[in-house]
């Protein structure tokens, strides 16, 4: 409305004529659709949502007093409603995003009441793990279908959950790779939205969803020999980052490339964690056979992870020179050395700790070249994290204790300090050759 | 994706939503019909979770079996137990296996919670059906009834199971001698 006031006014004095008006708002009225169909969008889930929710919640009204087929109708309203309105969209609004994903979350919402309905008033055994299984595959042809983004999200998180109820809660499997599989076949749909919408919030949840999911599902292929999935854990690290360093993502805005926060925040965390000693001793206690190097899923999984990240290391240094090579980028590598060494050795934990110094203070340079305030302080967070850590089992005086953070804390200040003031001498300097011009 | 794919991709896609819970309903109606009811003695705990409702979990007494060889068993896998009626009219443990019984013998799957080795060693079993879902309005008044399991091993609090081909449904469970299903009426 300011706009529209502004171009009456401009348009009043004589400063510009009629066409370029109608020209000017008609480019504000397409450059204001995206965000505005973004919300209808979100507004149009949400309520898919709520509407399915609503309609469980009225169907099972009185729900004590039905009897067994009654409630068994019941279970299989919205099952049906949400296939109808799917149905809708696909033969008339199958160009509308809010329609399809609309209806394809209310659908995929409504198998999964569907079948915990059936399974509750059956008392039907076993445990949650069937079910989700049933209900992630049943899912799964809706994101295709419908081509529905929102669909693949809550894909994601089903098999996530699925993956854990299998892996870590449940006590009826000891052997469960079906996540994987089920991962797999979520990717073309990922693949197709990162090539045709790169751009869009949807894909962004995406390179978030994705990696969140591994991280939390590799655990599960823990069996005997556990230890070993720290090697697993770094080196999936390691490929997280150099994934998130792929062309197409690296030119994101760090924020949507959860490839690279994970990869570079999990692998801080991971050695913060493995700094401590009991972690080593508990190692060099371990009796590990022969056998079960080569073996267990643990080094499988390993094995498979490191090789895949050197592989897209190497080729993405083939395109750069090696000194663009970043810290995190050799992490997992390193690790690896230091854990054959903390195997027989005590000097792991240390090794650690010089790991995790050279990676802050390596993080606070990169920064300081790129000119980045995030980059600086994501770096002095991990020396920070790294004394404080150190608080717990050295024994400092307290004095000396409190002078460590004060020289942190002045360090953080000091960095950034400086770091603002090239920052406005950069652009002052511009500004002062145009005025001697 | 072209419209003359995606349509038959929808309608098998539909039909795929609708037989899977429906032959889920058609299999435990099979199994109501069919199956050969037992009453197996437990102790019932109440218990509610925000995500599950409310549900009464099963801790089945007498699902322990005596053996001699422990080394044949590891714990979680599935087994087989053959079930028979004792004198008081309840289901025990006949035998356990590997292999499902041949003949008339009527099973449930199950597995193996843990072995016991002792003097006497013994498996420990678990029944894949130790929960009984309970209708809303049980909710409240049901709590103080099943807090604490009774410390009587022979109560008479027992789940009626229906089984089939070995696998169960808990239909009814019996606290007191009163239905858990009579029982809001009696305390509310």
């Known amino acids: ?437 | 994706m072209k419209k003359t794919i995606l349509l038959p991709a929808f309608l098998l896609m539909v039909a795929a939503q609708l037989y899977i819970p429906l032959q889920l309903v058609k299999h435990s109606e099979h199994i109501l019909e069919t199956g050969k009811v037992f009453k197996f003695p437990i102790a019932p705990v109440y218990y509610h979770s925000p995500a599950q409702g409310s549900y009464i979990q099963l801790t089945y007494y007498g699902n322990t079996i005596q053996t001699d060889r422990t080394e044949d068993w590891v714990q979680n896998e599935q087994v087989y137990v053959a079930l028979r009626v004792d004198s008081a009219g309840y289901a025990t443990i006949d035998s356990v296996s590997k292999e499902i019984p041949s003949g008339n013998t009527d099973y449930v799957n199950a597995f193996v919670d843990y072995v016991i080795e002792d003097s006497i060693s013994s498996l420990v079993i678990r029944y894949p059906f130790n929960r009984f879902y309970l209708e809303a309005s049980m909710k409240t008044s049901e709590r103080p009834l099943y807090t604490d399991p009774p410390s009587d091993p022979t109560s008479i609090s027992y789940a009626i199971v229906t089984i089939k081909d070995g696998e169960a449904i808990v239909t009814d469970v019996v606290a007191d001698g009163i239905s858990i299903k009579d029982q809001p009426q009696q305390t509310q």
């Open chain 1, 1 to 437: 409305m300011k706009l529209r006031k502004e171009v009456i006014d401009l348009l009043a004095a004589g400063v510009i004529n009629q066409e370029i008006a109608e020209r000017i708002e008609q480019y504000y009225q397409s450059k204001a659709s995206p965000s505005q169909n973004r919300l209808v969008i979100i507004f149009g889930i949400l309520g898919a949502i709520l509407v399915g929710l609503g309609i469980v919640l009225i169907l099972t009204y009185n729900w004590d007093q039905l009897s067994r087929l009654s409630k068994t109708i019941v279970a299989f309203i919205p099952l049906v409603i949400g296939q109808a309105v799917c149905g809708y969209t696909l033969l008339k609004q199958s160009d509308s995003v809010t329609w399809r994903e609309g209806s394809s979350a209310f659908l995929v919402l409504a198998i999964g009441g569907c079948l915990f309905l059936v399974s509750y008033i059956y008392n039907i055994s076993g445990s949650i793990e069937s079910l989700l299984l049933a209900w992630t595959l049943l899912a799964l042809p809706v994101i295709y279908v419908m081509r529905s983004s929102v669909t693949s999200l809550l894909y994601l998180i089903g098999i996530t959950w699925y993956a854990c109820e299998a892996g870590y809660w449940g006590s009826e499997t000891d052997e469960n790779y079906n996540y994987w599989g089920l991962l797999l076949l979520a990717i073309p749909h990922y693949l197709l939205l990162c090539k045709k919408d790169g751009e869009s919030s949807f894909t962004a949840f995406h390179h978030w969803f994705i990696p969140l999911s591994v991280i939390i599902s590799l655990g599960t292929l823990a069996e005997e020999s556990e230890e070993l999935m720290f090697i697993a854990y770094m080196s999936l690290f390691g490929l997280l980052y150099q994934i998130g360093n792929i062309p197409f993502l690296a030119e994101l805005k760090i924020r949507n490339n959860g490839y690279l926060v994970f990869g570079s925040v999990g692998s801080a965390v991971l050695l913060l964690i493995l700094s401590f000693d009991g972690f080593w001793e508990q190692l060099r206690r371990n009796d590990f056979g022969e056998n079960s190097w080569l073996t267990t899923p643990e080094s499988i999984a390993a094995i498979m992870l490191t090789l895949s990240a050197i592989a897209l290391l190497i080729k993405r240094q083939q395109k750069q020179k090696w000194k663009t090579i970043k810290p995190v980028d050799l992490v997992f590598m390193v690790f690896i050395g230091i854990f054959v060494i903390g195997m027989q050795s005590n000097a792991a934990a240390v090794l650690v700790n010089l790991l995790l110094l050279i990676m802050g203070v390596l993080t606070i340079r990169e920064g300081v070249r790129q000119d980045h305030f995030g980059i600086v302080n994501y770096g002095l967070l991990i020396l920070t994290t790294l004394i404080i850590c150190r608080f717990f089992d050295t024994d400092i005086h307290a004095v000396l204790k409190g002078l460590l953070f004060v020289l942190v804390g002045f360090g953080f200040f000091f960095t950034n300090y400086r770091m603002a003031k090239n920052r406005n001498k950069k652009s002052q300097a511009p500004t002062d050759l145009m005025h001697k011009a």
